[in-house]
C-alpha cells in the first residue's frame, strides 16, 4: 500500500510547486492535498516564527487526519519574504502585509511603498518545512534565497511577491521564471531538496 503524505496548504501557488517537486518521485508516497483528504479550516497562524507557524499548519491537519483514522505524513510550508531595509518585514506576516490575507497586488503595492527611495533593496525569501509523520514524530526543514527587489513588476507566473524578486546573480524575477527554473534557485527548492535527500518522507 502506498503511504499518504499530505500537503498542509490552502495556497495554489505552494500547491503547483509541491506538484511539480514531487512529480516522479517515490513511487511508494501518494500525495494530496489538505483540500483532497476534506481538511477545510481556515488555521489560525498566529505564532511569531515561520517555524511555529509551520507546526500550528501541520499539527491542524495531522490532528485532522487522526480525527478520521487515516494514517498519513503531513507537510505544512510557513514561508514569507524578509527585507533587510525594513527589518525583515513582512517576514511572518507576508501573505497580509497589506492587511487582506493572500492579495498578493496590494501586498506588491505596499513592499513597493515602502521601499521608495530606499536604495538598499536586498532580502530574501524563507521557507520552512514542518513534517508530521504518522507515530507523531516532527521534522522540520528550511531553505532559503537571497536576492533583491526590483521597483516594478515584472513577469506573470508564480504567487506573491514573485514579480517583485530577483534572485542573487540573476536577472529574471521569479516571475519570469518556468516552475522548473523557480524551483532550482527558491527557498522552497532548497528545503524540498533538503527533505529528500535526507529521505525525510520515506522514514515511518
Ligand atoms: P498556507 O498558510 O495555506 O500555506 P499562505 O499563503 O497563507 O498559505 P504563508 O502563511 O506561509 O502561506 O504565507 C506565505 C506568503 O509569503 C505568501 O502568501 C506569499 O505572499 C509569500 N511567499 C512565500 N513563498 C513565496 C514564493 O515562492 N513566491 C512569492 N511569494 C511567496
Known sequence: MKKLVVIATGNAGKVREFAQAFQNSDPDLEFKTQKEVGFTEDVDENGNTFKENAWIKARAVADFLKSRNIV??????????????????????????AGEHGNSRLNNEKLLRELSGVSDRS???????????????????????????????????????????VAKGKTLTFAEMSLEEKQALSHRGHAIEILKSRKILAEF
Not at 77 to 92: I, K, T
Not at 133 to 147: I, L, M, R, S, T
Request: glycine share 16%.
Open 72 to 97: 498519513g505524513t503531513v507537510i505544512a510550508d510557513d514561508s514569507g519574504l524578509e527585507v533587510n531595509a525594513l527589518g525583515g518585514a513582512p517576514g511572518v506576516h507576508s501573505a497580509r502585509y
Open 123 to 165: 532580502a530574501r525569501f524563507v521557507c520552512q518545512l514542518c513534517i508530521v509523520h504518522a507515530n507523531g514524530k516532527v521534522d522540520y526543514v528550511e531553505g532559503e534565497c537571497p536576492g533583491d527587489i526590483i521597483e516594478d513588476l515584472r513577469g506573470s507566473e508564480g504567487f506573491g511577491y514573485d514579480p517583485l524578486f
